[in-house]
């Protein structure tokens, strides 16, 4: 499955690039809303990691993108602040799979994205 971080805290979508390499998924990283859109191009992404408040670019562009480029992608969205806390983002986003904190465990982030690797419906 590839896998797509749009993250600009390169530190931490290293983190997590490292631990989804271990469970066997590939892993491209985009730190801007631009490499991601382009990286979605490249690679059609099945599940794309993305924080909600990227310092380049909107994150509900690259959702928005996805959707069209990719509609079969699913997006886990990941965020440190209290941005959509309410769910909304269920509402804004119609590929948004999960919502949670940037702080979660890289090992929990995996297995949600191994969950929904399954859960994916096959292109026809």
Do not use: K
Request: glycine share 4%; hydrophobic share 40%.
């Amino acid at each position: 499955m590839n896998v797509l971080i749009v993250e600009s805290d390169v530190a931490l979508a290293d983190l997590w690039r490292r631990h989804l390499e271990r469970s066997g998924m590939v892993v491209r990283v985009a730190t801007t809303q631009e490499e991601a859109t382009q990286q979605i191009t490249e690679d059609e992404p099945g599940i794309i990691i993305l924080d909600l408040v990227l310092g380049d670019g909107s994150a509900l562009a690259v959702s928005d993108y996805a959707s069209y480029r990719c509609p079969l992608a699913q997006i886990i969205f990941v965020t440190n602040t209290s941005f959509f806390s309410d769910g909304s983002i269920f509402a804004h986003a119609q590929n948004a799979c999960a919502f949670v904190q940037s702080q979660t465990p890289p090992e929990d982030l995996t297995a949600m994205v191994e969950h929904y690797c399954q859960r994916r419906p096959q292109s026809a």
